[in-house]
């Protein structure tokens, strides 16, 4: 169901008239709290917002409230209201366009705090404080965006533990692409200290990936204490299919290198954390780096891809509603009229494959991961062999079922370009 639409500027005494004479018609409060938005009339739409309580279906009140925030620069109150939003509605409809606004949100807030500063003038970041960087990728450009889903991965894998604490992916990312870390001198192994000031950080996590070109994959992760010693974990390798078990060992090396010892339970928090389908993964993966571009509806579709192939894997189902909810909200302040119960729809749409955009990454690593993803028989992986931090090294894990073919595409395979024109104009 569509919600209403917003109204033009040229009716909004027509709208204080309707609202006075009945402040109790949250239709007409809607219209008018978007309307006042619009022409920025913050105080007398956060007023009217404020007449409205939201619920799990009417989050349109707090994003009133938060976009005057956010344009009166008071970015971190607009957070806090969205994470209040969230800590209490998080499973209702109005979440989806309140989650992604809250990341884009969160990006601005971290970008304003990095501008301008010396990063000299500011103390060390907390001795339990990490930062995963993304990984750098070696082999096909295809699999470039493993490098950021890898980077995710190990952040939401050490969030596991009772000891540390993580920075934000998406704040990460943005204050990495606002200083054009690739080219900056942060990236130096030597330097990486002076960015993990900036981002507060003690310890920042690095590394490589060696992308599959033949049958194995080799994955290392690097360590740079906030004294700017570096420490690395022994560069391990692994069958293709198994990428994501050898991301797990990894975790557990590199807690091992912060001096922390892993619980058991908590090791099997991390072993059952996020998906085992490299094929899912690589569709998370692609999302990820569309959704830091901005691109949130191509976003949306892989991450509804990864989801479609993997309907237990969470992370994927939470990055799909917010780029949803980014891409209605980033669209000016006709989100404030938009149905949640319409944007809920949207996301049902993206995780069924619905649409004109689903399909068109459908297969769009098929090409590359025949000889890595996971068929059925891989899927039932056996007990480990030398399990992570085991102290044994050799593969790992065992493949109960190894002789099932990888499955055949059913259809024709298709590779979508994006072309993007210099200068910051649309792709």
Do not use: H
Request: one cysteine or more; a negative charge; charged letters at 20%.
């Amino acid at each position: 169901a569509s919600g209403p639409r917003e109204p033009p500027p040229s009716e909004i005494p027509a709208l204080l008239s309707a609202y006075e004479v009945n402040p109790g018609d949250v239709e007409t409060a809607q219209l008018l709290a978007a309307s006042l938005v619009a022409v920025d009339e913050c105080e007398e739409a956060a007023d009217v917002a404020g007449s409205v309580t939201p619920t799990a279906s009417r989050s349109w009140p707090v994003l009133a409230e938060g976009r005057c925030l956010e344009a009166e620069g008071a970015l971190d109150e607009a957070i806090d209201s969205y994470e209040a939003y969230l800590a209490t509605y998080g499973d209702g409809d109005g979440a989806v366009a309140v989650r992604g606004r809250l990341l884009i949100t969160r990006e601005q807030a971290a970008v304003s705090r990095v501008r301008g500063v010396d990063p000299t003038t500011l103390g060390p970041g907390g001795e339990d404080v990490v930062a995963v960087l993304p990984l750098s990728v070696i082999g096909p450009d295809s699999y470039g965006p493993l490098g950021r889903g890898l980077a995710a991965q190990i952040s939401s894998d050490l969030l596991l533990l009772d000891r540390f604490t993580l920075v934000e992916r998406m704040e990460l990312q943005a204050i990495v692409d606002e200083l054009d870390l690739a080219r900056s001198p942060y990236a130096d192994s030597t330097t990486t200290p002076t960015f993990g000031r900036l981002v507060q950080a003690g310890n920042l996590v690095t590394g490589s990936v060696q992308a599959p070109v033949g049958e194995t994959v080799g994955l290392r992760a690097d360590v740079v204490t906030s004294t700017g010693e570096l420490t690395q974990t022994p560069a391990r390798t692994a069958p293709s299919n198994q990428l994501l078990l050898l991301e797990k060992e990894v975790v557990f090396e590199i807690a091992a290198l912060l001096g922390y010892t892993v619980s058991q339970a908590e090791r099997t928090r991390i072993m059952e954390n996020g998906t085992q389908n490299l094929q899912a993964f690589l569709a998370y993966s692609e999302g990820l780096e569309l959704f830091d571009q901005g691109l949130f509806t191509a976003a949306a579709e892989s991450f509804g891809e990864a989801q479609r192939i993997d309907p237990e894997f969470v992370e994927a189902r939470r990055m799909l509603e917010a780029s949803v909810g980014a891409e209605a909200t980033g669209q000016g302040d006709n989100s404030l009229v938009q149905s949640s119960s319409e944007l809920g729809e949207q996301v049902e749409e993206f995780a069924a494959g619905a649409g004109d955009g689903a399909d068109a990454i459908d297969g769009f690593f098929t090409s590359t991961i025949n000889d890595v993803a996971p068929t059925q028989g891989e899927l039932a992986v056996g007990p480990t062999t030398d399990a992570p931090g085991s102290g044994t090294t050799g593969t790992v894990g065992t493949i109960l079922n190894p002789a099932v073919p990888p499955p055949t595409p059913r259809r024709p395979i298709r590779i979508p370009v994006r072309i993007r024109i210099p200068g910051g104009g649309a792709p």
